[in-house]
């Protein structure tokens, strides 16, 4: 009886074992499997950029100081204002003349005028033709020869910065696009101006300035603004482009599968790869548009793709109901 008993229990425990086997090789995925897929290569164009970021600079920066110690009168212009070369952009008082001034102003409105007309202001005149960057200093506020009243720019420009592995491929009169971070969705044309020769160190990398001038200077330019620019170092226009994946090498050579028709063997396809951009070649020659590329690629099968593998060996099946 005990004998019998142990046979027993042994079937069923390899029943149970085999059982559970079963379901968790059903529950499982299978392994990948090899798909082809069919492609076109497309016409387009093509470019190679090196990105880097930069500030926006007056390309001159011109401080109006005062040829004497005094008093600033009057400021004729604001910030954000063009300048001609020779405007008047301010009016001041010597100290002497504030002092007598302001004695006149105590003996009447009538001998204040007389002195004013006798002893002249001191114009402040622009020497550049330009735009007003700064002009914070108020009429009446005490200046020095060494304190700026109105700061003048001729230009606003772009100063990026170029990592040295990069600096070889940037050369005076190349295109470039800027973007604001303050205002991303808009690219500005520009062109690189000067390539300074001194290196500077920034977070241990050797940089080297690069200052850019923009073909249309937007009126929402600042000077301090971040942006981010790139340098075209390389431009193609109505090219043949095909995704990387659909390119394979041997031996040292590129080449892709090409479609037979009337076949399912592809042809092995040697042909010669230009510029790279993000997942793309360019195909110099090789192929032509209207050749049909296959692609293999591995995709993993999931137990739901699969009904017979979907459902518990365990669970009993029910008769599908038929739908009105």
Same mark, same amino acid.
């Given at each position: 009886?005990?004998?019998?008993?142990?046979?027993?229990?042994i079937i069923i425990l390899v029943s149970l074992v085999a059982c559970v086997l079963i379901f968790m090789k059903m529950?499982?995925?299978?392994?990948?499997?090899e798909v082809t897929r069919e492609i /076109?290569?497309?016409? $387009?164009?093509?470019?190679?950029?090196i990105s880097s970021t930069g500030t926006v600079y007056p390309k001159n920066r011109l401080e109006i100081k005062p040829p004497v110690n005094g008093r600033v009168e009057e400021i004729l212009v604001k910030e954000g204002e063009s300048v001609r070369t020779g405007q008047i952009l301010a009016y001041m008082s010597s100290t002497e003349r504030a002092a007598l001034l302001d004695a006149a102003s105590d003996q009447g409105e009538e001998k204040l005028k007389r002195w004013q007309k006798i002893y002249k202001a001191i114009p402040l005149r622009s020497p550049i033709k330009g735009e007003v960057i700064v002009a914070t200093t108020q009429p009446g506020q005490t200046v020095s020869t060494a304190d700026a009243v109105i700061v003048l720019s001729d230009q606003l420009i772009v100063r990026a910065q170029v990592d040295e592995?990069?600096?070889? /491929?940037?050369?005076? $009169?190349?295109?470039?696009a800027i973007t604001l971070d303050a205002y991303p969705d808009t690219k500005i044309k520009?062109?690189?101006?000067?390539i300074y020769y001194e290196s500077q160190t920034v977070n241990n990398v050797i940089v080297y300035k690069v200052d850019l001038v923009p073909e249309d200077v937007p009126d929402f330019f600042r000077s301090g603004m971040s942006a981010s620019v790139d340098f075209i170092v390389e431009n193609k226009e109505n090219t043949l482009i095909l995704p990387v994946e659909a390119v394979q090498q041997d031996k040292g050579e590129d080449y892709v599968l090409l479609k037979q028709e009337g076949s399912i063997k592809p042809v092995k396809r040697v042909v010669k790869l230009g510029i790279a951009e993000g997942d793309n070649y360019e195909i110099l020659s090789g192929i032509t548009a209207a050749d049909t590329i296959l692609v293999m690629t591995n995709e993993s099968v999931s137990p739901a793709a699969d009904s017979n593998t979907g459902s518990n060996p365990f669970m009993p099946k029910f008769p599908k109901q038929k739908k009105n």
């Open positions: 009886m005990n004998k019998k008993r142990k046979i027993l229990f529950r499982g995925g299978r392994g990948p499997a /076109k290569p497309a016409m $387009g164009s093509m470019q190679v950029v592995t990069d600096i070889g /491929k940037i050369h005076l $009169g190349q295109e470039a520009a062109k690189v101006d000067h």
